[in-house]
């Protein structure tokens, strides 16, 4: 079974200033999605970014943009020219590209982002 | 955003209680989910329907009933639920099949108080 692990539980950032939040994930599958979810105090689960493994290219959004590691199982958030808005709990997500494990996102603890004026 | 669509906002309800909640997406998607997020938790998946019918459901008490009618609707049935219900209960959309992305989209979910 796949699993997803975020090994930060709060991170806390100037404003205007670049933080990167941690993803790991577990798998033995080649192709499959990655994403971030950012939840903020409204607690309306928004993504952030997405990434497809088999694209080599780190996605990016904005001020928001990935390093993708394939073979270090790595998928890391780097959040530039933070906003007191992006002060969030943020999920890395993961999910299969095979039917056989259905539509199932798998998600990670969360980090806590708080964002200092 | 006004993708998802999720009623009530908040709900506090006895053990003896019957209640439903409510889901409607508006993005034409062919996939539902209801997901449970407790404190200290990872999310968890409950119930997935694909194309109206359900095609994943992990391991959830009966004391949960999911209901989808159509593509745009999901229902969470709830009866006697026990206090360790209490949680956020969060809805998802996606379009599943060759258009497919991956992505989920979800709703502002509903809080849930079982007292």
């Known amino acids: 079974a796949q699993t997803v692990t975020q090994s930060q539980p709060e991170m806390s950032v100037q404003e205007a200033e670049t933080v990167t939040l941690s993803c790991t994930y577990d798998t033995s599958e080649s192709d499959y999605y990655l994403f971030w979810y950012k939840q903020p105090p409204s607690r309306q689960m928004i993504l952030v970014i997405r990434q497809e493994a088999y694209k080599q290219q780190n996605a990016t959004e904005n001020r928001f943009s990935v390093n993708f590691q394939k073979a270090a199982k790595s998928f890391s958030l780097k959040i530039s020219d933070s906003q007191l808005g992006d002060a969030a709990m943020y999920f890395c997500a993961y999910r299969s590209v095979f039917m056989e494990y259905g539509n199932k996102l798998v998600f990670g603890a969360g980090t806590i982002l708080r964002v200092k004026s | 955003e006004t993708g998802v669509t999720q009623t009530p906002r908040h709900l506090v309800m006895g053990m003896t209680n019957k209640k439903s909640l409510k889901c409607e997406q508006h993005?034409?998607?062919?996939?539902m989910y209801w997901y449970k997020q407790s404190a200290k938790k990872p999310l968890e998946l409950m119930f997935v329907y694909s194309l109206e019918e359900r095609v994943e459901n992990n391991s959830v008490p009966s004391r949960f009933s999911p209901e989808c009618p159509n593509s745009s609707h999901l229902f969470l049935h709830l009866h006697t639920l026990q206090p360790e219900d209490s949680a956020l209960y969060l809805c998802?959309?996606?379009?599943?099949?060759?258009?497919?992305?991956?992505?989920?989209?979800f709703g502002p979910g509903t809080r849930l108080t079982v007292l």
């Open positions: 993005l034409g998607h062919n996939a």
């Open positions: 998802a959309s996606s379009q599943e099949g060759h258009s497919r992305r991956g992505e989920q989209f």
